[in-house]
T-cell receptor
Framework: DTEVTQTPKHLVMGMTNKKSLKCEQHMGHRAMYWYKQKAKKPPELMFV???????INESVPSRFSPECPNSSLLNLHLHALQPEDSALYLC????????????FGPGTRLTVT | AQKVTQAQTEISVVEKEDVTLDCVYE???????LFWYKQPPSGELVFLIRRNSFDEQNEISGRYSWNFQKSTSSFNFTITASQVVDSAVYFCALSELVWSGNTGKLIFGQGTTLQVKP
């Protein structure tokens, strides 16, 4: 089973709201990722967790705050977002941080009003 | 610096035609990994294939085949007898090894939108 689940599927939030995106995998993967994807563009890496520790932060604004409570769960906390943050947010996992394919979830389509 | 180029932005074919999606990459690493992903209109990226830099053997999986040539830094993807369900955006990606963090990053190409018409 190569399934990564993400909730919610869609999210509309105002610029003063606080919300969270959730990602879960039960494949025993030790690396998890958050990506942001705008229309007609490739995914852009935001964060990488390797063995539950944040290993890469691609200079993402602090209004995005990742959290990895355990090896199966990954959250992305959102606060005071801007309209330009509207995008598809994709979570992925891989067996190991290096050399393996990443398996992606279906994404959360976020709209900031 | 690592880079992936997919020169074809959009391709349109009629069902049952063969189609090749081009991917050219740049890297200074001797050990690297290449991938193809499919993104249908639903949005989820679907993993298709991984190839490491030491394995230049071509691969065939049903109607899909991949041609890896290190001499030209290319990793092309061919769909034989295309079907409407093949309509999607296809991304080629290169795995960058960040040794300081022992973490791999995927460097994506810009993607090729394939439309297969009935």
């Amino acid at each position: 089973d190569t399934e990564v689940t993400q909730t919610p599927k869609h999210l509309v939030m105002g610029m003063t709201n606080k919300k969270s995106l959730k990602c879960e995998q039960h494949m025993g993967h030790r690396a998890m990722y958050w990506y942001k994807q705008k229309a007609k563009k490739p995914p852009e890496l935001m964060f990488v967790y390797s063995y539950e520790k944040l290993s890469i932060n691609e200079s993402v604004p602090s209004r995005f705050s990742p959290e990895c409570p355990n090896s199966s769960l990954l959250n992305l906390h959102l606060h005071a977002l801007q309209p330009e943050d509207s995008a598809l947010y994709l979570c992925a996992s891989s067996p190991s941080p290096t050399g393996y394919e990443q398996y992606f979830g279906p994404g959360t389509r976020l709209t900031v009003t | 610096a690592q880079k992936v180029t997919q020169a074809q932005t959009e391709i349109s074919v009629v069902e049952k035609e063969d189609v090749t999606l081009d991917c050219v990459y740049e890297t200074r690493d001797t050990t690297y990994y290449l991938f193809w992903y499919k993104q249908p209109p639903s949005g989820e990226l679907v993993f298709l294939i991984r190839r490491n830099s030491f394995d230049e053997q071509n691969e065939i999986s049903g109607r899909y085949s991949w041609n890896f040539q290190k001499s030209t830094s290319s990793f092309n993807f061919t769909i034989t007898a295309s079907q409407v369900v093949d309509s999607a955006v296809y991304f080629c990606a290169l795995s960058e090894l960040v040794w300081s963090g022992n973490t791999g990053k995927l460097i994506f190409g810009q993607g090729t939108t394939l439309q297969v018409k009935p």
